[in-house]
């Protein structure tokens, strides 16, 4: 019963609403960002604590695979990677976190943006997402 409490009052606190602030551990240091209030993110926040390997994608994205698929519900057909995006790409079920500006890409869903250096996302090869307190 307390574990469905817990389960029934994070939803509604982020169905109200609330900020998901992320903190993110990368090599060098530790760095935040802040989810958009939608589905995708907030399915990724119900999976946080993620810890993977970074890949790089081209030479503007680094990706992060994940065990299980996020949410599309209510997202666009397509969106434009910007600067410190971080985005969810469906078809392949993974994580982009934009480097510089990305492609038009369908599938291509904003989850949030990069509160960090992006010389320190660039270079790490390891990250850890978190809930922020």
Excluded: C, H
């Amino acid at each position: 019963m307390k574990t469905l409490l817990i389960l029934l009052f994070g939803f509604v606190s982020l169905s109200a609403g609330a900020e998901m602030n992320v903190k993110i551990t990368l090599d060098s240091g530790v760095y935040s960002a802040t989810l958009a209030n939608n589905p995708t993110s907030q399915s990724f926040w119900q999976q946080l604590p993620v810890t993977s390997t970074l890949d790089n994608y081209g030479s503007n994205e680094k990706v992060v695979y994940l065990k299980e698929k996020l949410s599309t519900q209510n997202a666009p057909v397509a969106y434009t990677g910007k600067t410190g995006d971080i985005a969810y790409y469906a078809p392949w079920g993974n994580i982009a976190m934009f480097l510089d500006k990305g492609p038009y890409a369908p599938g291509l869903i904003y989850m949030g943006k990069f509160n960090g250096d992006l010389t320190a996302l660039s270079q790490s090869t390891q990250i850890k997402f978190e809930r922020a307190e």
